[in-house]
């Protein structure tokens, strides 16, 4: 996703009124005024952040008929989804916002949990039902938690050979702007010279000059195509 949109949605889940409504509207629809009885928070300033929400999709407005037989009434429910993960240690430091999408090629590791998704939606049982998406809910959130440990252990041993890696780096004695396109190539998938250039903020020639001096050096990181 566009470093733009990320920057702005940074922007907007800093603010913690703004999450605590999407908590809200994540587990069902709303209405301004629950909103703001719910916060603690007047229905004008709740009006300001949903108006905030919405104009970035992360909310939408819906019309619902009143139970008393009175005029429609505004409601909203979430309308967006994505993981945003920030890792962050002496050595690293990476913002990351990606769709909840799924993938086939992943999606056939977990096979048995589709399958489970489906059979329940075959029970009929609304009680029977729920106490079963309960328990297969809880067998995601473990796998989840799994994961989350397999990853920050990952994360962990990434950032110790980033040490180490800053070290050599170092040593080498190169200049300011030579350190700084060895620290991308160490850590970015793209290493395209556009890419290089538009995030470094350098010539694309000088890039090319850089990579030419570390290929008669023998600095054997891959460089920009």
Do not use: W
Not at 19 to 26: A, M, N, P, T, V
Not at 51 to 61: A, D, F, G, P, T
């Amino acid at each position: 996703m566009a470093s733009s949109n990320l920057d702005q949605m940074l922007t907007i889940l800093e603010n913690p009124t703004r999450r605590r409504i999407l908590q809200k509207l994540s587990r069902e629809r709303h209405y301004p005024l629950q909103l703001s009885r719910e916060l603690k928070v007047s229905q004008q300033a709740i009006m300001k952040h949903l108006k905030v929400l919405e104009e970035y999709r992360l909310v939408k407005c819906r019309t619902e008929k009143s139970d008393a037989g009175g005029p429609e009434r505004k409601c909203y429910v979430t309308d967006h989804q994505f993981s945003l993960i920030i890792d962050f240690a002496p050595n690293m430091f990476n913002v990351e916002m990606r769709p909840l999408t799924k993938d086939k090629e992943v999606g056939r590791e977990y096979d048995k949990f589709e399958k489970e998704r489906r059979r329940l939606l075959s029970v009929r049982d609304s009680k029977k039902r729920l106490r079963e998406i309960s328990r297969f809910i809880q067998e995601i959130n473990e796998e989840i938690d799994d994961l989350g440990a397999k990853r920050a252990h990952l994360m962990g041993l990434k950032d110790e050979a980033l040490e180490e890696a800053h070290a050599a780096v170092e040593e080498l004695g190169r200049d300011y702007n030579e350190r700084r396109l060895l620290y991308y190539l160490l850590d970015e998938a793209d290493r395209s010279l556009a890419s290089i250039s538009e995030k470094l903020d350098l010539r694309e020639k000088v890039i090319r000059e850089m990579l030419k001096r570390f290929g008669e050096n023998r600095i054997l990181i891959e460089g920009g195509e």
